[in-house]
């Protein structure tokens, strides 16, 4: 008797399925097509640390999962090209770091070439997240905080906007706020 229900319920999923797919595979939505040249558009975005050079382009390269972000900036008189690699499978990566904070509490600004951030990638919905675990050590206690990186095509897909959020992890009197960051990126 109780094998009879499971059939009815296994044979309606399957109708089910079937309908929904109307003959074809269930395919999952596509995916926007992030990758190519990309200029920043200093007037359209927000938050402190924008480049004093906006001409310094941004390359996308996204081939599933791998999503790979190659950051040209200057340094010394000198165009220096970082390149950060993420998995949109959630499988957490390391990459160097590009800010003033780290995974690592410990390391002052002056140490920062050669360290870390550790982060996990997905998608939701239609953009990429990135989610790292930053520390900062401030007066002998350990600030922990949760950077999340939002990437997403406009409607249009001719600009890429990235969104950085800051929230605060560690409870107690120190925490880190900071204003939301908005940079958007123009297709070459």
């Known amino acids: 008797?109780?094998?009879?229900?499971?059939?009815?319920?296994?044979?309606?999923?399957?109708?089910?399925?079937a309908h929904l797919a109307n003959g074809r595979p269930v395919q999952s939505p596509a995916r926007p097509e992030l990758s190519g040249t990309w200029l920043l558009d200093q007037k359209k975005s927000s938050g402190a640390g924008l480049t004093r050079r906006p001409d310094l382009p941004l390359k996308i390269s996204y081939h599933d999962p791998e999503f790979r972000i190659a950051l040209s900036s200057e340094a010394d008189g000198k165009i220096v090209e970082r390149v950060l690699v993420y998995f949109t499978d959630g499988r957490g990566e390391t990459n160097p770091a590009i800010t003033g904070l780290?995974?690592?509490?410990?390391?002052?600004?002056?140490e920062l070439k050669g360290q870390t951030t550790k982060s996990t990638t997905r998608w939701s919905r239609d953009k990429i997240v990135i989610r790292s675990i930053l520390r900062l050590n401030a007066?002998?206690?350990?600030?922990?905080?949760?950077?999340?990186?939002?990437?997403?095509?406009?409607v249009d897909s001719k600009s890429l906007i990235q969104t950085t959020r800051t929230v605060p992890v560690t409870e107690g009197p120190i925490f880190v706020m900071a204003a939301d960051k908005k940079r958007v990126y123009n297709r070459v």
């Open 139 to 154: 007066g002998g206690h350990i600030v922990e905080f949760e950077q999340i990186d939002e990437w997403k095509l406009s």
């Open 102 to 110: 780290t995974t690592n509490p410990s390391v002052k600004p002056d």
């Open 1 to 17: 008797m109780s094998r009879v229900p499971c059939i009815w319920t296994a044979l309606v999923a399957a109708l089910l399925l």
